[in-house]
T-cell receptor, first 115, second 110 residues
Framework: DAGVIQSPRHEVTEMGQEVTLRCKPI?????LFWYRQTMMRGLELLIY????????DSGMPEDRFSAKMPNASFSTLKIQPSEPRDSAVYFC?????????????FGPGTRLLVL | RKEVEQDPGPFNVPEGATVAFNCTYS??????FFWYRQDCRKEPKLLMS?????NEDGRFTAQLNRASQYISLLIRDSKLSDSATYLC???????????WGLGTSLAVNP
């Protein structure tokens, strides 16, 4: 079975450029989570969706970050304009919500480097 | 104080050793607890949930102490393949947001 798919796997860009990260959750899952991981801060939840609706975006650092989930099988995280401090690994995870906290399945991540 | 704290290690142990990690959490309203495992340059994967009564899965045992607000993970007869970072994860309840520790690094040596 296909797991969570993320693209690109690596991204190197220059400061000020727009970056778009993509995620395809596991088929049948109804929740999707975007995380950022750095050595200093660990894994931080940026935003999560339930049934394609954003539920909690309190972790989104600032207005430069935006996320969308136009349908159940696709989500994007956009950074515009990017800054060097955005360099991190960005993970997408999905789960099947049955009311209780459930297992989150992570994609392989996108390693972003902003020069 | 961080919401979830772990000793970063690294813990270096020989094969066959028993090793234990602790994790403390600050919010007494925390309701669900987990250990995830993350291999180098890979994504986190659920290792086990932690139940109030404690639970065991093969060589792995997880315990929860609500009074002292900590959870533990015990690995018996450690294998080379156990080398990874172990992430302590807490859910406060009321939403599905998980709070992650920075992880404890384990290296099992031959």
């Amino acid at each position: 079975d296909a797991g969570v798919i993320q693209s690109p796997r690596h991204e190197v860009t220059e400061m000020g450029q727009e970056v778009t990260l993509r995620c395809k959750p596991i088929s049948g899952h109804n929740s999707l989570f975007w995380y950022r991981q750095t050595m200093m801060r660990g894994l931080e939840l940026l935003i999560y969706f339930n049934n394609n609706v954003p539920i909690d975006d309190s972790g989104m650092p600032e207005d430069r970050f935006s996320a969308k989930m136009p349908n159940a099988s696709f989500s994007t995280l956009k950074i515009q304009p990017s800054e060097p401090r955005d360099s991190a690994v960005y993970f997408c995870a999905s789960s099947l919500s049955r009311g209780l906290v459930e297992t989150q399945y992570f994609g392989p991540g996108t390693r972003l480097l902003v020069l | 104080r961080k919401e979830v704290e772990q000793d970063p290690g690294p813990f270096n142990v020989p094969e066959g050793a028993t090793v234990a990690f602790n994790c403390t959490y600050s919010n007494s309203a925390s309701q669900s607890f987990f250990w995830y495992r993350q291999d180098c340059r890979k994504e986190p994967k659920l290792l086990m949930s932690v139940y109030s009564s404690g639970n065991e899965d093969g060589r792995f045992t997880a315990q929860l102490n609500r009074a002292s607000q900590y959870i533990s993970l015990l690995i018996r007869d450690s294998k080379l393949s156990d080398s990874a970072t172990y992430l302590c994860v807490v859910n406060i309840g009321g939403n599905r947001k998980l709070i992650w520790g920075l992880g404890t690094s384990l290296a099992v040596n031959p």
